[in-house]
Nanobody, 124 residues
Framework: QAQLVESGGGLVPPGGSLTLSCAGSGRTFSGYSMGWFRQAPGKEREFVAAISWSGNKHYADSVRGRFTVSKDNTGNTEFLHLNSLKPEDTAVYYC??????????????????WGQGTQVTVSS
């Protein structure tokens, strides 16, 4: 059964950095786009970043220039490097895999597989 498992979340002070990982198993994801979303308490899930099967990258305006999305050569593991973290980045971060052709990479409906989420807390 295909699944995604995130890791790397934690508590970090403002201005700090973290790297989140998302490992896929159970099938090959190399031909799909891989995305990151986040959900803060009381808010809707929002798009953070995505990397397409061809390597094109997309970012939300709120994280562009601070976060970097990447994937390994197998296409089954993706990473989100979070730099210059702010308290408003506090949320549960979810990775996802799917095809972006129908809804675009910014829309959660484009994704078929989701991880369980990892908590990122930015606080002094």
């Amino acid at each position: 059964q295909a699944q995604l498992v995130e890791s790397g979340g934690g508590l970090v002070p403002p201005g700090g950095s973290l790297t989140l990982s998302c490992a896929g198993s159970g099938r090959t994801f190399s031909g799909y786009s891989m995305g990151w979303f986040r959900q803060a308490p009381g808010k809707e899930r929002e798009f953070v970043a995505a990397i397409s099967w061809s390597g094109n990258k997309h970012y939300a305006d709120s994280v562009r220039g601070r976060f970097t999305v990447s994937k390994d050569n197998t296409g089954n593991t993706e990473f989100l490097h979070l730099n210059s973290l702010k308290p408003e980045d506090t949320a549960v971060y979810y990775c996802a895999v799917g095809g972006c052709s129908a809804y675009g990479c910014f829309d959660p409906r484009a994704y078929d597989y989701w991880g369980q989420g990892t908590q990122v807390t930015v606080s002094s």
